[in-house]
């Protein structure tokens, strides 16, 4: 197929970036999104230009390092394809002739490195914030020592499948992270080894989250319709919940 494609380009942080367009021929439907990114960037080095930078890694729908805006969707979407990660969306999705807009996340919070390529580390002090658990030194409980009920374990489970690639925050109109904290708080919440910081961990990455610059959460919803792995939105209401907690207690004391 031919297609054509809009990528944003800016040098640096403090550059002015701008929609570049590139044209591309005999591009196979079963590439995947980035393996047509690497075509582009092998017939621009070929003709002595500058490559576009973008994030990848494992290219298996798991690290999370991988991001664009396709055509307004953060990661983008298919005819077929919905809620993916942008290395597991293929060019089969597309159509011969199709005009397509790359863009990267668009938030405060995210700032543009180059091209494609935005700074997330915002989301790591968010996890340094209060993403651990306590664990005292010594011999090592039994692992069967502490029973954890199933639908606890099955919460926490979904939760932990969050991997951290920020399309949350791109489709939010804020710029939120939110569901991002949430899954984080979530995981670890409903763990029994979770429970002794379960109200400084709420205050704690909620602070870190607002201090980074994120928006505030107004339940649109956009976030989990784009999550790649679909991290419902009522673990923002149980965020809120520990957080409302934490909130009502001063020296272990609830204020009611």
């Known amino acids: 197929m031919n297609v054509t494609l809009r990528v944003w380009r800016q040098k640096d942080a403090r550059s002015k970036g701008k ?13 995947s999104f980035l393996e047509m990114l690497d075509v582009l960037n092998e017939q621009l080095t070929e003709n002595g230009e500058e490559p576009v930078a973008f994030d990848s890694d494992c290219r298996e729908g798991i690290c ?8 307004g969707i953060p990661h983008g979407r298919g005819q077929t394809t919905y809620q993916t990660t942008t290395c597991q969306l293929h060019m089969r999705e597309f159509k011969d002739g199709d005009v397509i807009d790359v863009e990267p996340w668009r938030a405060t919070a995210f ?16 996890i340094q914030a209060g993403g ?6 010594g011999t090592a409980p ?8 199933k639908a ?20 939010c109109p804020n710029g939120s992270a939110m569901l991002f904290t949430a899954a984080k708080i979530t995981h670890l919440g409903s763990l029994p080894q979770g429970q002794p910081e ?12 607002d201090a980074e610059g994120f928006g505030n959460c107004t339940n649109i919803g956009e976030c989990s319709a784009v999550c790649p792995k679909g991290i419902p ?12 907690g934490a909130l009502s207690t001063v020296d272990g004391k609830h204020l009611g």
């Open 19 to 31: 929609m570049v367009d590139y044209k591309l021929q005999d591009i196979d439907e079963h590439m």
């Open 64 to 71: 999370g390092m991988c991001g664009v805006v396709i055509n």
């Open 111 to 126: 700032p543009v490195i180059k091209d494609l390529v935005v700074d997330r580390t915002a989301f790591d002090r968010i």
């Open 132 to 137: 651990y658990i306590s664990a005292p030194t």
């Open 142 to 149: 039994e692992a069967h020592s502490t029973p954890v009920p």
């Open 152 to 171: 606890d374990a099955d919460r926490a489970f979904d939760a932990a499948t969050c991997i951290g690639c920020g399309a949350c925050v791109a489709a």
């Open 198 to 209: 379960r109200r400084s961990r709420a205050l704690g990455m909620v602070a870190q989250q």
């Open 233 to 244: 939105l009522q673990f923002i209401s149980r965020l809120n919940r520990d957080l409302w």
